[in-house]
T-cell receptor
Framework: GAGVSQSPSNKVTEKGKDVELRCDPISGHTALYWYRQSLGQGLEFLIYFQGNSAPDKSGLPSDRFSAERTGGSVSTLTIQRTQQEDSAVYLC????????????FGPGTRLTVT | AQSVTQLDSHVSVSEGTPVLLRCNYSSSYSPSLFWYVQHPNKGLQLLLKYTSAATLVKGINGFEAEFKKSETSFHLTKPSAHMSDAAEYFCVVSDRGSGNTGKLIFGQGTTLQVKP
């Protein structure tokens, strides 16, 4: 079956511009996560969605970052006024439920801020 | 708070020799532990997971890991390395704290080099 898909695969943007990253989770998976992988910080959690519950935004690094999940499926991560330190690979993962279940990762979006 | 520490940032082995990648964890709860692998320019793939059943966990591609509560360790092993095993390996714990979200907490990663 189809796995987690992310688009675009690569994004180059100028400092100060806004970007939107998209994630399509596996059908039927209720939990969706965003992570960031960067050279300096390793892999870090950003935000978590579970069904209709309020998202856990505790990992978002600043108020320039936001995310939404429409209809319990597709999710969009938005970064406003991008900075060079936002350059990283943004990974999306989904799972059947939350704690203890395997998370399936998408291929990621490589964001480069110039 | 939960965390994982991978004790080696880089491990080099010869093809056909055993692999040992070390991981220690810290958790206030009964942990769910995972090993993920990331090949160059590829996504993260689950190798194996421990969720309080058998302490010796078998995964894909001949890898296995043993959960040792007394040592707070979850080391990854493979009897015989293959060239295709060269990759970055992450030891991961699933958050079981407030909210029980299941968010993953990653170790710093271990780069496995396999020499011919």
């Amino acid at each position: 079956g189809a796995g987690v898909s992310q688009s675009p695969s690569n994004k180059v943007t100028e400092k100060g511009k806004d970007v939107e990253l998209r994630c399509d989770p596996i059908s039927g998976h209720t939990a969706l996560y965003w992570y960031r992988q960067s050279l300096g910080q390793g892999l870090e959690f950003l935000i978590y969605f579970q069904g209709n519950s309020a998202p856990d935004k505790s990992g978002l690094p600043s108020d320039r970052f936001s995310a939404e999940r429409t209809g319990g499926s597709v999710s969009t991560l938005t970064i406003q006024r991008t900075q060079q330190e936002d350059s990283a690979v943004y990974l999306c993962a989904s799972s059947r439920d939350s704690a203890g279940y395997e998370q399936y990762f998408g291929p990621g979006t490589r964001l480069t801020v110039t | 708070a939960q965390s994982v520490t991978q004790l080696d940032s880089h491990v080099s082995v010869s093809e056909g020799t055993p692999v040992l990648l070390r991981c220690n964890y810290s958790s206030s709860y009964s942990p769910s532990l995972f090993w993920y692998v990331q090949h160059p320019n590829k996504g993260l793939q689950l190798l194996l997971k421990y969720t309080s059943a058998a302490t010796l966990v078998k995964g894909i591609n001949g890898f296995e890991a043993e959960f040792k509560k007394s040592e707070t360790s979850f080391h990854l092993t493979k009897p015989s390395a293959h060239m295709s095993d060269a990759a970055e390996y992450f030891c991961v714990v699933s958050d079981r704290g407030s909210g029980n979200t299941g968010k993953l907490i990653f170790g710093q990663g271990t780069t496995l080099q396999v020499k011919p």
